[in-house]
């Protein structure tokens, strides 16, 4: 007898297993806790390297490792995540200035407004266009970063009361201490605008002598508001 003859159906390639084309590769799988957060921590990075023009909501979500889309249900717009950078920056700025409080003297309260101005101006030196983004309007809309408002309310106050001890434990020679205020702060901004306007080398500072330079100028002002012994 002649063997049966084998099925052709098995040598048809019809009959074999098809290999599944290959398919483009989706986003990134999201294994974050906090979208919001690593949003704006990535916004923070993107400042720190280019300025506040080189963020996008876009490249937000491409350097937290999700779709284009994945961030509009926390920041419907490029300002709406600017105001939330500009918030954590604020936040770091005054997390900053209550760290020196700190560990200043507590029966020392122009010293304390020293430790204060000098705070201020190592954060804005050291992150300079963070710095940039809480204190220009031109990055957010102010009127609606009710935090924001708050936390500058919180300082004006507290360096309001801080030379308010000064000149209670006679410490001031000036009695109107709005006015030391106004100049203080005009001289603390000032020196950080100048910082970030790339001033100081046509006045002979160089970038490691900058912080020094920036204590003796607040020290010169100190000098100049204490009541001589």
Known sequence: ???????????????????????????????????????????????????????????????????????????????????????????????????????????????RFRCLGLAYLRWAMRNPTHFEIISSRRFFDHDWAVAISSDNAELIGLTERTLAEAFAAGQLRAVDLKQVQIAGRALVYGFARMNIDGHFPRWGVGAAEAERTAEATLDLFIEGIAKRV
Do not use: C, N, W
């Not at 690593?38 to 923070?44: F, G, Q």
């Open 1 to 111: 007898m002649r063997p049966a003859a084998k099925s052709s159906a098995a040598k048809t390639p019809a009959s074999r297993p098809r290999r599944r084309a290959a398919r483009a590769p989706g986003p990134k799988p999201y294994h974050h806790g906090d979208l919001r957060r690593v949003l704006i921590d990535a916004a923070l990075q993107l400042v720190g390297e280019g300025g506040a023009e080189a963020v996008s909501v876009r490249e937000a979500a491409r350097r937290a490792g999700v779709s284009p889309g994945a961030p509009f249900r926390h920041f419907p717009s490029r300002a709406a995540l600017m105001q939330a950078v500009a918030e954590e920056a604020q936040r770091r700025f005054r997390a900053e200035i209550e760290a020196a409080l700190a560990a200043a003297p507590a029966g020392d309260p122009l010293g």
